[in-house]
């Protein structure tokens, strides 16, 4: 009885993970028409006031990264994040299965 209620317990898990999924898949595979605001809204091009950023005389020099890209830092530790999950999950087996089948339980 138990078995069959952590398998339910988990296809419900993994149906819960894919719906959002297969709803932006077929969101994105659907021809959309998309509007940018500079296309509809003409008004502020050229007013001083409005404009930002450098003006005359100044530059507006990006700063270069130093080490690694963000991307490859976030593999990093998406990587240690699911051994650090592993190890919990193997944990928690461990007290909650394995103490009790050695003491007969």
Do not use: C, H, N
């Not at 998406?78 to 003491?103: D, P, W």
């Amino acid at each position: 009885m138990r078995a069959r209620v952590a398998v339910l317990v988990a296809l419900a898990t993994m149906a819960g993970a894919l719906i959002p999924t297969l709803a932006l898949a077929s969101a994105q595979a659907a021809p959309r028409i998309v509007t940018l605001a500079q296309e509809s809204d003409q008004e502020g091009q050229g007013d001083p006031e409005t404009e930002s950023g450098a003006g005359e005389g100044e530059s507006e020099d990006a700063a270069a990264e130093t080490g690694p890209p963000w991307t490859y830092q976030m593999a990093k530790i998406t990587i240690a994040l699911l051994l650090f999950l592993a190890l919990s999950l193997g944990l928690l087996y461990y007290k909650l299965v394995e103490k009790r089948r050695r003491a007969g339980v």
